[in-house]
């Protein structure tokens, strides 16, 4: 995505991610991680304020920094170092308040045209169904493939 973001830094496998928020609140360690499930090639993305003390990600802080339109970008961005590292990897990817999700669900429909581009991604609906991913509609969870 062609849209201002944080250098992060990862891990040899690619599959954690780490940069720091900058903005009025100060700067503020963010982690972002791709945890296997038990299905093969989905990975859960978990992502949020970074505490070095529990070596956790906090999903639940509010930092309200200011930069949350960069912020989303960055994880946008991993998503493309992940998939190209792990070319067979799905992403599951849902808030982990309604709020988030919807934020969420607003980032991809601002930016559905490019990520079509290189990814399908499918949202999971009120029915309990996953359906191609459509600008309007309310969703509780998203699946992103590589194209």
């Given amino acids: 995505m062609n849209k201002p973001k944080y250098l992060y830094k990862s891990d040899e496998e690619f599959i954690t ?7 009025k609140k100060g700067r ?33 802080s509010v930092t309200n920094n200011g930069d949350s339109f960069k912020v989303l970008a960055t994880v946008a961005s991993t998503i493309y170092a992940f998939i190209e590292k792990h070319p ?21 429909s601002n930016n559905l045209a490019e990520i079509k ?6 949202g999971f609906n009120k029915k309990g169904e996953w359906e191609e991913f459509e600008i309007g509609e309310d969703y509780e969870a998203f699946l992103i493939t590589k194209k």
């Fill in 17 to 23: 991610y780490e940069f720091v928020s900058e903005g």
């Fill in 28 to 60: 503020i360690k963010k982690r972002i991680e791709y945890t296997e499930t038990n299905i093969e090639n989905l990975y859960n993305l978990g992502f949020g304020d970074y505490d070095e003390t529990t070596n956790s990600i906090n999903d639940l």
């Fill in 88 to 108: 067979n990897a799905s992403i599951l990817a849902t808030g982990s308040t309604n709020v988030r999700t919807r934020l969420y669900r607003m980032g991809i």
């Fill in 117 to 122: 581009a290189d990814f399908i991604i499918f």
